[in-house]
């Protein structure tokens, strides 16, 4: 059974930082891309970013409004993706999903980040 | 960037009649070299994280009921479900994935009339 469970996610003031991590099973992780997406309160989907597996070169790849403040990364030897999320602010506040393969096939459940004086 | 745009915003459907939801890119996402169009449709439940109903604009996802159905090429899509049952209500959004940034439409909220 896939699994991918986030975690990192909480309550963070304007600018502060926060890193996100995923944990997948169920799947052969070294051979998929994976990317984050959120949703904002009562808003639709919005893609974060993708990391390539490092057999594609591990290149990374973000929406523009997170472009400079959030990076991805991938250990394969834990089946872990991070997103390190800087500078962050009101408008950084959703549930960040975890997401495998291209199209988006296996959806963790979420983590909420909260950005908020 | 491609922009994705869906119609209507919201439809509401009597139980066991058809929902028709439409997607347009503002590119086209069909790759001649594949004959392949890059276009996905999720489905959101309230409280549910998105699951993958749709790939490649009109093959099913195992274990997606077959009265849903994609169609379209190039740059407009639709997402049919015949026969609404209760359990389809939710939001869909269709979405781009041939190349970065891998947008997403504003969804369609789908309720029983």
């Known amino acids: 059974e896939v699994q991918l469970v986030e975690s990192g996610g909480g309550l963070v003031k304007p600018g502060g930082s926060l890193r996100l991590s995923c944990v997948a099973s169920?799947?052969?992780?070294?051979?998929?891309?994976m990317s984050w997406v959120r949703q904002g309160p009562g808003k639709g989907l919005e893609w974060v970013g993708r990391i390539k597996t490092n057999t594609d070169g591990g290149a990374t790849d973000y929406a523009a409004p997170v472009s400079g403040r959030f990076t991805m990364s991938r250990d394969d030897s834990k089946n872990t993706v991070y997103l390190q999320m800087n500078s962050l602010n009101v408008d950084d506040t959703a549930v960040y999903y975890c997401?495998?393969?291209?199209?988006?096939?296996?959806w963790g459940l979420g983590t909420l980040v909260t950005v908020s004086s | 960037d491609i922009v994705m745009t869906q119609s209507p915003d919201s439809l509401a459907v009597s139980l066991g009649e058809r929902a028709t939801i439409n997607c347009k890119s503002s590119?086209?996402?069909?790759?001649?070299?594949?004959?392949?169009?890059?276009l996905a449709w999720y489905q959101q439940k309230p409280g549910q994280p998105p699951r993958l109903l749709i790939h490649w604009a009109s093959t099913r996802e195992s274990g997606v009921p077959d009265r849903f159905s994609g169609s379209g090429s190039g740059t407009d899509f639709t997402l049919t479900i015949t026969s609404l049952q209760a359990e389809d209500v939710a939001v869909y959004y269709c979405?781009?994935?041939?190349?970065?940034?891998?947008?997403f439409g504003p969804g369609t909220k789908v309720e029983i009339k």
């Open positions: 997401v495998a393969g291209s199209p988006f096939e296996y």
């Open positions: 590119q086209s996402v069909f790759y001649s070299s594949n004959n392949k169009n890059y």
């Open positions: 979405q781009h994935y041939d190349r970065t940034p891998f947008t």
């Open positions: 169920g799947f052969t992780f070294t051979h998929v891309w």
